[in-house]
């Protein structure tokens, strides 16, 4: 999820703790607690300050390591061990439990998302990502925020963040069940399915989707539960050829291989050097697939320039990277 989001799901859950007779209301350990709560709602996406390094490090690297059991562990001792440093008459093991599992829900929802999170590291670097709701999802911000208000004008916390989780864990079973009609409508007007990925927007009713059949790769929309279909390209295996391979050693190439589940190949040949590009099919906008990762080699297969990341026109990705022109 966003930060936004994860920061209202923070203070949600120091609200919760009211509920815990340990913690209470109005005493220090309520006060740890609802640090802890925030601190480790946000404390996985520390790995966030890798985009400022490059790309291709943020890309290979977020959502890995910081999501893992044994980081979940280890912020948690690292948060509450602060914590009682600076308020010792708190309650250091409901502090620990409820920083605890602040991260774990900070986990838990990021699974959701069509990014997903490597969650099961160390048993398996495999990525879990459900596809069931978007990165910034406007219902569950905004549920969070009047949760907040009705406790500001003088509700129990406690009971009114268990009425705001009692509401979306029915959201989730909605979405989920929106979810599985869009996988139905597909395998009853495609032959030959492979993989389906589908990514949920910000918008209630529509979804990205990328299919993988025998043949082909499908992009389209599920809009108000009726499919349309957008593009459709041969499904054709990369070659290991001298420059794909050449290519593939780049960091921004490798990443992004790493990250993409479905995507597309261009190599085009000029004058002076060649260029390598990969394209996922996963977010089509506005006629653009604006995830890709670009790769130019010269005569000897030297990289020469390279770019993976988000960019919606040809030109600003030429002019922000100051790549050879075509």
Known sequence: MD????????IALGGLATLDPAVGVDNPTAQAVMIGTIIGSQA?????ILKLRNNAKYIRNHRGITHSIPAIFIWS?????LLTIFIPESNML????WTLLAIVLHVFVDIFNAYGTQALRPFTKKWIALGIINTFDPFIFFTHIVGIIIWVL?????????SVYAVLVGYYVIRFSMQRNIVKQLHEQ??????????PTMRFRQWHIAVMTKEHFHV????NEKLIFLDEFDRVPVPQTNIIKAAEEDDNISAFLSFSPVYRWEVDEYTDHYEVRFIDLRYRSKGYYPFVAIAQLDQELNIVSSYTGWIFSEEKLRKKLELIPE
């Open 3 to 10: 930060t936004g989001t994860h920061i209202v799901m923070g």
């Open 44 to 48: 996985p996406d520390l790995d966030t």
């Open 77 to 81: 001792f690292l948060i509450t061990g």
């Open 94 to 97: 409901h502090l620990w439990l």
């Open 154 to 162: 003088g509700a129990h916390p406690g009971y009114t963040f268990l």
């Open 190 to 199: 495609l032959d030959y399915i492979e993989e389906i990925i589908i990514s």
């Open 220 to 223: 389209a929309r599920s809009v």
